[in-house]
């Protein structure tokens, strides 16, 4: 195991390209229509993770997302000591990348916003603040308040949970060892399409999280540079927090307990058929 400092590193500048890459994408969909459609936004976060692990793995094993860390510490044998400070230098790179990709695409989100009369902090300025933070359903340009009955709290918790069960499910299935089926050398590659998929198939419900750190950080960057209390308010009082950061948690546990009570007994059974 690499030193804490080298593992923070990892977990910081991965997460950097994951959140730069992603939302990068949304950015670009939003203010310029760069991206036509929830596939090729999807494309593109796929890609992006993709290399961030390939970036970052011997580092840090590139977690790059607390639901991952903590289904780790409770489910293999990744330190508990070290889940905090993963969790840390997660939320920094998220924060840096959204503070970068905000300074790269200030004028166009301006210009967007003119062109479409929204007023940054007001309701309905969640059509740009969707760049950086996640709301249900997915605004998609269109103020929350047009389709607020098209996606409950409690199918956007669903969704959230499932999508994370998903990807932990995939993560710990392609990074057993004893899966001799999956190559490492693909690893990042089935990752960053699990994600792809994930999002095509979600994403216009709930953006697609499956990451607090990727959602947080950037919401609260958003906050900060003129958002104000839409990020945090648009769900409601605390829906931001139980679909994207809660729900994703709870997923990951899911997914590492499906992993561990079904898929597990059944390599070994298998294994115990070729010995």
């Not at 030193?3 to 890459?21: C, H, I, N, P």
């Not at 949970?161 to 004893?178: C, K, N, P, Q």
Request: aromatic share 10%; hydrophobic share 55%; net charge neutral.
């Amino acid at each position: 195991m690499k030193s804490l400092r080298a593992a923070l590193t990892g977990e910081l500048m991965g997460t950097f390209f994951l959140v730069f890459f992603g939302c990068g994408s949304v950015a670009a969909a939003v203010t310029t229509g760069a991206q036509v459609g929830v596939f090729q936004v999807a494309i593109v976060w796929g890609l992006g993770i993709a290399i961030a692990i390939h970036c970052t793995a011997a580092l840090s094993g590139a977690h790059l997302n607390p639901a991952v860390t903590l289904a780790l510490a409770m489910w293999r044998e990744f330190p508990k000591s070290r889940v905090l400070p993963y969790v840390g230098a997660q939320m920094v790179g998220a924060f840096v990348a959204a503070a970068v990709l905000h300074g790269v695409f200030t004028n166009a989100i301006i210009a967007y916003e003119s062109a479409q009369g929204i007023a940054r902090g007001s309701v309905g300025s969640e059509s740009t603040a969707m760049i950086f933070g996640e709301f249900f359903p997915n605004p998609g340009g269109r103020p929350l308040e047009h389709a607020a009955m098209a996606m409950p709290l409690g199918r956007a918790v669903l969704a959230e949970i499932v999508g994370t069960a998903v990807l932990v499910i995939v993560i710990f299935s392609v990074t057993d060892r004893r899966n001799a089926e999956a190559p490492q050398i693909l690893t990042a590659g089935y990752i960053g399409l699990t994600v792809t998929l994930l999002i095509s198939l979600l994403g216009p419900l709930t953006m697609a999280c499956f990451n607090p750190a990727r959602d947080l950080a950037p919401r609260l960057y958003s906050s900060l540079a003129g958002w104000g209390a839409v990020p945090f308010n648009a769900n409601g009082p605390y829906g931001w927090w139980v679909v994207y950061l809660l729900a994703p948690l709870v997923g990951g546990q899911l997914g590492a307990a499906v992993h561990r009570l079904l898929l597990s007994p059944a390599w070994e059974d298998g294994r115990q058929l070729t010995d």
